[in-house]
């Protein structure tokens, strides 16, 4: 009876054991998925200074130029350039990752996924289609209208990824991130409101701006979930160099090839990128955007892909503080308004706790 | 049929052939044909595959224990696949490259 008791009691504190193990593991995976969103913020934040500088340095100021002249038309030649740069960007992105691949051990499952690429192509395309929609409305934001817009206007990103992933992936969305989605809306509607007052007042429209500003929102926001497929069967790491490989690809062998058949000057000026201060410009972009993605990719899995967004908007009071400190642009009371309800939205989102995010989807019964 | 391909691709197989496993047994399964997780680092890469895996719900803890034999007790998690888990693997099989080409 005694020895019933006593090993009653054994199991008792071995269960107590494993689950407050179990709670510690899960609350350190979430918390490093949160950690990694973070991570990708700081880093989003800083892109937008050499992303915003490229627009102003030679060779790419001769290269504007000359497609003006050429075309009389300034807004083409902001968009000519605009696809340049995030076709530069891409590859770029490609290098910085080949030498992360190569520095953690990656290039194995590299091989092995590129040779069963099938399983997994229309994602990375997809993914990579959307990003690329994203990046070039960003650097569109920029270009007309200027880097901190870009960066907030951005912000509604999160809103819809959270709903196609929810509604497509099956990803899991509780009432208090429905709130916080509600919130980052409020934040990016008064955002987008600020851009449009100081444009109006100024009597300039850059119909261009905005709207890159929207492919911003909705391309990051369905690139997450085109990811989150293709990472459920690949590590996030050399998922990741899929996806922009597969943008290089759209960029390089697709788009700027077609520009220049069309006339415009896109192999013209790449000779001259190696100057020193542009290098150093082109490097940091590399840097800045492909790390900020690796951490973004890695966070997914973790916290899921409306979490890993939300957590990540955080970016955009970076940007703004970067902005400021680094080229001492005033971006605007309510511009930076807009960034903090953004980011009290993304707080939201991820206060939940780890407990109710420990499997993503309704998984159906284990065998 | 898996061997060889990328890590997830694997994994779901060897829960689809043997039932319920322990996060360390299939560490060592992995150790032993990939060449890249035969180290600690490969092991832990394995083993944070394992939890993506349960973050996608394609398996899902059947069991769980400490490890008595080390310091600070390790939690050690036993797996089973999911249905969605042998879904896609049945899309992954239809989906790969023949042997040999």
Known sequence: ?367 | MMEGRPVKFRLLEIFAEKGHLWNYEITDIMANEYKDRKSKYGQQATNWDLIELAASGFIKETDASIDENKRNGNLLIEYGLTSIGRGELERLKNTISPRGE
């Open chain 1, 1 to 367: 009876m005694e020895a019933n008791a006593n090993y009653d009691d054994t199991k008792a504190s071995m269960v107590e054991k494993i689950n407050a193990r179990r709670k510690l593991d899960n609350k350190r995976r979430v918390l490093f998925g949160y950690a990694m969103a973070l991570f990708c913020a700081v880093l989003w934040g800083l892109w937008y200074i050499p992303g915003d500088m490229v627009w102003y340095l030679d060779p790419f100021v001769t290269m504007q130029a000359e497609i003006t002249a050429m075309t009389g038309s300034e807004t083409t030649s902001f968009m000519v350039f605009a696809v340049m740069i995030t076709g530069i960007n891409a590859l770029l992105i490609v290098l910085t990752l080949c030498i992360w691949n190569l520095f953690m051990g990656k290039f194995s499952e590299m091989k092995r996924t590129f040779k069963e690429v099938k399983a997994a192509d229309k994602w990375y395309f997809l993914a990579a289609a959307c990003g690329a929609t994203a990046v070039l409305g960003s650097f569109m934001a920029m270009g007309f209208i200027g880097a901190a817009f870009a960066a907030v206007t951005a912000l509604m990103y999160p809103v819809v990824g959270s709903i196609v992933s929810r509604t497509w992936l099956g990803q899991k969305i509780s009432r208090r991130a429905m709130m916080g989605i509600i919130v980052i809306v409020l934040g990016g509607i008064t955002a987008y409101v600020s851009g449009f007052i100081d444009e109006v007042s100024s009597g300039n429209i850059p119909v261009w701006g905005f709207i890159g500003g929207i492919m911003a929102a909705v391309g990051w926001g369905f690139e997450g979930c085109f990811a989150g497929k293709a990472l459920d069967v690949s590590e996030p790491d050399v998922g990741l160099h899929m996806r922009f490989i597969f943008e290089t690809l759209i960029w390089w062998v697709i788009v700027i090839p077609i520009l220049a058949i069309a006339g415009f000057p896109m192999f013209d000026y790449l000779g001259m990128i190696f100057e020193p201060t542009m290098l150093t410009v082109l490097i940091m972009l590399g840097l800045t955007f492909g790390f900020c993605y690796v951490a973004w990719y890695k966070s997914f899995p973790l916290i899921g892909v409306g979490r890993g967004q939300a957590v990540g908007s955080v970016y955009a009071i970076m940007a703004v503080v970067f902005i400021y400190m680094f080229t001492g642009a005033n971006p605007g009371w309510l511009l930076v308004l807009g960034a903090v309800i953004c980011v009290i939205g993304g707080g939201l989102m991820a206060s939940e706790g780890s407990e109710e995010i420990s499997s993503l989807r309704e998984t159906g019964a284990v065998e």
